[in-house]
Each structure stands twice: as C-alpha cells, then as structure tokens.
C-alpha cells in the first residue's frame, strides 16, 4: 500500500504579539506544503499570562490578508487541559516523569558551577542537571505536602532506555544541511519541562499531542527548532503516538542577520500592510511562490 496523497501541515503562532515577516514565511511554506484543505492554524494560547485575544484577531486578520486559508475550526490549546493531563498521566504510569522542586535561580547556580568545571563545557553544561530526580518518594510526598511549588520533568536517561532506537524523517533541511533519516537522541535536551502546576502543559508536550489529535502529517517550520524534534520524536514513542515526518525550513533575518522578534513592531505584518505593502511584495521580499 502506498502513503497518503496529501500532506496535512500547520502553522501554530502564539497570540502574545503580532505576526512579523518570520511568520510569514513560516505560515506561507507550511500552506504550500499542504494539499487543499490540508493546512491546519492552531493558537498556542496556553501562557495565560501573554496570550490576547487582540492579538489572535490580528493572526486571523493577517494570515487572511496573506492569501492563506485553513480548515475550521481553529484549535486553541487553552481548551486542551484534559488532553494534555492525561498525557502527563500516561507518563507518570510508566515512571518517565518526576517532580522538580528547584527554583530558576537554584537551577542557573548549579548550571554556573558546573560550566565552571573541566567536564562542564558544551550542551551538557546548558541543560538541566537533575538535582530532583534522585528524591526519594517519600522525600517528594514531603515537599508537596508543604506546598513546595514543582514542575514535572521528562526523565531522559530513562526515556534513552525505553527508547533505544528512535529517529525521525527530515525532509526538509537542517540547519546544517540535515536531510533523510535522522537518529533521534532523548538526552539533547536532558530532563526538560513537561508541565507545571498552573500549566498543564509545556511546549514540547502540548505540540506533540495536539499533532497527533488533528492528524499533522508534515512539521513544517524553522530551522531554529530542529533540536526540539529530538525531544518530541521521543515524547511521540513514549506516548505511542504517530510520528510525523519533519520539514525545516531557513530563517527570515533581518538586516542585522537576527531573526525576527515580536519585539520589532516596525517589521510586523500590520505595519507593512499601513505602509501599503501588498502581499505579492511580501511574498517577494522573503521568497516565497506567488500565491
């Protein structure tokens, strides 16, 4: 049996600005990877504390100005809680999370004193050194019994174990050329967030069970985010959940050679469109197809 005709894509923004150049390219190479009515937008809402309505309008608004079209209805995260629970609870059951206790300013210290050491060069130095994960469960109950706030993190040395041969499908391009079948390695990241208690999930887990629930075929996005595909192929099997192939794509940079911020007003797409640039001249500037 052959594969699928079609690819299904998305483009997923989160609504705590407005959309800039960068988003346009991303937007634009996803929708001309989907076939028709294959192009799925999502709104990544689930920062409560960033996340505006005004600014999803201004998504809408935007992608629509572009030429874009996509399947209805518009996935928000923010209604996804359950989901994303019982995928923490899937986890839990097979002793792949713990609880972190450790404050930003307790982790940055311990980070800081092991870049200092001779081992303490490189990605290792970067990543969350796993001070929690040795607590014992009575010393867990404890903590959270005093209200101690925690996050739930990914055990990635046991994620390697259950997980020995894990890879993906670029077929897009890395940002080093990367292109075919790659080798997946859950230790990138180490032992990153997978939620906290007033977010039922972080980015990582949120991404990886929203694809699989609208049937994502294709990830099409920057080449920026190449390393996450590491630590969502591994949350994919750990789940049991399909694995879609993955296409990264180059950054749109500004004069300076830094991509785009949100931070940038001058350079977002309701700027431009005042300004009176079309989207025929948008979609030249960065490179892509005419619509």
Not at 132 to 139: D, E, I, K, N, S
Request: aromatic residues 6%; hydrophobic residues 40%; positive net charge.
């Amino acid at each position: 049996m052959g594969g699928p005709s079609r690819d299904r894509t998305r483009f997923a923004p989160s609504p705590s600005g407005l959309l800039h150049l960068g988003h346009a390219f991303a937007a634009i190479t996803a929708h001309e990877a989907a076939a028709e009515h294959g192009f799925i937008l999502r709104i990544e809402d689930l920062d409560s504390g960033r996340a505006r309505a005004e600014f999803t309008a201004a998504i809408f608004e935007d992608l629509k100005w572009l030429g874009l079209t996509w399947e209805l209805p518009v996935l928000s995260q923010s209604t996804r809680s359950d989901a994303y629970r019982a995928a923490v609870a899937r986890l839990e059951q097979r002793g792949m999370i713990y609880p972190c206790f450790c404050t930003r300013r307790q982790i940055a210290d311990e980070l800081s004193r092991a870049a200092e050491a001779p081992h303490g060069e490189g990605l290792e130095a970067a990543i969350y050194p796993g001070t929690c994960r040795a607590l014992t469960g009575a010393q867990r109950e404890q903590r959270m019994a005093h209200g101690q706030p925690y996050a739930l993190r990914l055990d990635s040395t046991k994620a390697a174990q259950a997980c020995p041969e894990l890879s993906f499908e670029e077929c897009g391009q890395g940002p080093k050329g990367e292109r075919g079948t790659m080798r997946a390695d859950p230790l990138l990241f180490g032992d990153v967030v997978l939620a906290r208690k007033n977010l039922p999930a972080a980015y990582h887990l949120a991404v990886v069970v929203d694809d699989a629930f609208q049937g994502v075929t294709r990830v099409t996005r920057g080449n920026d985010l190449f390393g996450s595909t590491h630590v969502q192929r591994t949350l994919q099997a750990l789940l049991e959940l399909p694995a879609p192939r993955y296409a990264h794509h180059r950054l749109i940079l500004d004069e300076q050679g830094r991509k785009f911020s949100k931070r940038e007003q001058a350079l977002t797409l309701r700027c431009l469109r005042a300004a009176g640039v079309t989207p025929e001249q948008i979609r030249s500037r960065i490179g892509t197809a005419s619509g």
